[in-house]
């Protein structure tokens, strides 16, 4: 360090935060990462174009294609300072859920249960995505490859309610999982958007995961939702 007036050091390889420097920074790194999702997203096209893919990679081929959009979606979600920038209009949790137990009957061998009615909520689709993928990731680690897990999605009294449930020892008792980073991302979203986060005992003997978060009432969209929601692949495996 070196002394350079009264009390202050200047200590090598620090530089005070500037905020528009910084604002600059997110502000590139968002353009090359999306440019790089952007990329794959076109390759993965070319490759689906090819004749003689078989069906199972085809589907997984989709699966990827569907992970790239939601990652570009939650880097546009993320870069943003306004939560209320985030909602192009109400997200249909359940239909959320159901797409993350179908990438998880692919990439899984743990029986992922989904038990879902519609509701919607105004919260980023990309975030949402992203805390429901790591509490489900932390309960199938929990059960170590041995178990169960299961999300459940009502609404009561004008909450969305989303509960993971897993059969393994309990919160704090298995590997590390939503005690570490998970856990912060999680409680990030939560307070986003202005809801709460319970964790207990659940029904399947582990541990249970419950956020509660406004339901926003769509007149005229369940019924049309639900439909295509009954023509999804089941997500149980």
Known sequence: MELIGGDLFAVPGQVPADPHQEARRRRQLD???QHGLATIALLAEAVQGGAGLEREAA???????????????????EFQDDPAADVDGPVRVDLVVREVCKVLAATSAVPVDA?????????????????????TDNAIRAV?????????VRARDSLAIVEVDD??????????????LGLGIVQDFVARYDGTLEIGAGSLGGCRVRI????????????????????DTPATR
């Open 167 to 180: 059969s393994g020892p309990g919160f704090g008792l298995g590997g590390a999982g939503l005690a570490s």
């Open 59 to 77: 589907e997984r081929l989709r699966h990827l294609q569907s992970e790239v959009r939601r990652l570009a979606l939650l880097l546009a979600e």
């Open 144 to 152: 170590a490859g041995r178990g169960r897990v299961q999300i459940r």
């Open 212 to 231: 509660s978060l406004a339901a926003v009432p769509v007149l005229g969209l369940v019924d049309s939702a639900a439909s295509s929601a009954a023509a």
């Open 115 to 135: 038990v879902t009615e519609p509701v919607h909520c105004a919260v980023g689709p990309g975030s949402l995505w992203r805390v429901l993928s790591n509490l």
């Open 31 to 33: 353009h090359d990462l």
